[in-house]
Structure formats: structure tokens, C-alpha cells
């Protein structure tokens, strides 16, 4: 069962540094001349962090079992929770964005780097391929927010199950 809990503990890791690294790869290529870092993509980068410190105690807590039980419980419980919010803040920004369509991405301040209004004229930084290659880096951390809200999901089923002596345990009824 350690094994287990060890690869969906690696699996939350991994999905949570790469929401991080995507989020802040985003933010830090926003042009904040124009226009502010999206709250969202700030955000994004705090969970992606959260789940980053959150798997970090939860591979602790298999060699301290004082952090077993209800603390990795609430921890990766506000953790899917934190990336459930943010895959669906994302997912309503990018909402109607084709990323292969200049004029919605262009559009979209998740995703345009930064665009200011010139009267009947807006001056972007970037342009088209810059545009499709950060709505693509968006639409995917969007998508490993989602994932890593299952990830966590499974954690805390998981480890509620073992503590509740699923797989053999001694606490369960036994119908022999």
C-alpha cells in the first residue's frame, strides 16, 4: 500500500510543478506595460505552488506517520480544491478562444501577452504565433489543473480508504 501511496504522491508532484512552471512561464512573459498579469495566471502559479508544498508534506507524512490522517486529509483536500477553482477560472477565460483565430486570441487578455487600446487601433506585443503558443500553454495548464484535482482526489480517497482498514485491514467487517 506504500507503493501506492508513494506513485499518486509522485504523480500530485509532478502535475503541481508543471501548473506552477506553465502559470509563471505565462506571467512572466506578460508585457505589464499594457496590461497586468492576469489575476487568474497569478493565481494558477499560487496553486500550482500550494500543490508543489502539499505533495512535499504528503511524501513526508509516509516517513512520519504524526502527519498522517486528517492533516494530509485537509491539506490535499484544499489543494483539489484550490485546482478545481483555478481549472475553472481558466476554462472560462479561454472559453470560445480558438487558439488558431488571431482576432480571439488577440482578444483574450489570458493569453495576448499584453494589448493596449489606441483609440480605434490596439497595439499588441506579440503577435499571432506568440498568441497560439500561449493560448496552447494555457489551454494544457488548465487541463493539469484538472488532472491534478483527480490526483487529489485520489490521494485522499485513497489514504481515507487504507485508514479505514480497506484492502485487507483489520478494522472492517469480516463476513468469514
Not at 7 to 32: C, E, K, N
Not at 80 to 90: D, F, R, S, V
Not at 92 to 105: F, H, M
Not at 136 to 150: E, N, P
Amino acid at each position: 500500500m506504500q507503493l501506492i501511496t508513494s506513485i499518486l504522491r509522485g504523480l500530485q508532484a509532478i502535475f503541481a510543478i508543471i501548473v506552477f512552471g506553465i502559470s509563471v512561464d505565462l506571467a512572466r512573459s506578460q508585457h505589464t506595460d499594457f496590461q497586468p498579469v492576469p489575476a487568474a495566471t497569478g493565481y494558477a502559479a499560487f496553486c500550482g505552488g500550494f500543490g508543489i508544498v502539499v505533495a512535499l508534506v504528503g511524501i513526508a507524512s509516509l516517513f512520519a506517520s504524526s502527519l498522517e490522517g486528517i492533516i494530509t486529509w485537509a491539506l490535499d483536500g484544499l489543494s483539489a480544491l484550490t485546482m478545481l477553482a483555478a481549472g475553472i477560472a481558466y476554462t472560462v477565460l479561454l472559453r470560445n478562444t480558438s487558439c488558431s483565430n488571431p482576432l480571439e486570441t488577440a482578444r483574450n487578455s489570458l493569453v495576448n501577452g499584453g494589448c493596449d487600446d489606441l483609440g480605434d487601433d490596439t497595439f499588441c506585443w506579440y503577435g499571432p504565433e506568440k498568441w497560439k503558443s500561449r493560448c496552447t500553454s494555457a489551454r494544457a495548464d488548465s487541463a493539469f489543473m484538472f488532472i491534478s484535482f483527480v490526483t487529489c482526489l485520489g490521494v485522499v480517497g485513497y489514504s481515507f480508504f487504507v485508514a479505514r482498514g480497506g484492502r485487507g485491514g483489520s478494522k472492517g467487517v469480516s463476513y468469514a
